[in-house]
């Protein structure tokens, strides 16, 4: 593993990236796009960048919420309105 990252990022790059890592504890990444090497290494690089961004993302926690007063009054609102047609239902059978 790199000097660079802190036992954290170390951490979360093994979990994360598990399949890349060889027995020996290397990350392997291979490129065969391009004819010549130096535009392989390059892409091995590009890949690497992004495979550290996304073992490194962490996404936002949700802030919950409740509902707003307008919204719990218009289901109130709704369910007064659907047993109310109920009730005359079972008036007009009688």
């Known amino acids: 593993m790199s000097e660079k990252l802190n036992e954290d990022q170390k951490m979360l790059v093994t ?3 598990a399949h ?3 027995k020996l504890g290397e990350l392997v ?3 065969d796009r391009f004819r010549d090497q130096e535009r392989n ?3 091995c ?3 690497l ?3 550290l961004e996304k073992a490194f993302y962490v996404p936002k926690l ?4 409740k509902p707003t007063k307008a919204s719990r009054k218009k289901r109130v609102d709704t369910k007064k309105q659907r047993g109310e047609i109920k009730r005359t239902r079972s008036k007009l059978r009688l």
Request: glycine fraction near 0%; aromatic fraction near 0%.
């Open 45 to 47: 690089i590009a890949k």
């Open 49 to 51: 960048n992004n495979l």
């Open 20 to 22: 890349h890592i060889n």
């Open 29 to 31: 990444l291979k490129s």
């Open 41 to 43: 290494k390059s892409d």
């Open 15 to 17: 979990e994360k990236l």
């Open 62 to 65: 949700r802030k919950k919420t």
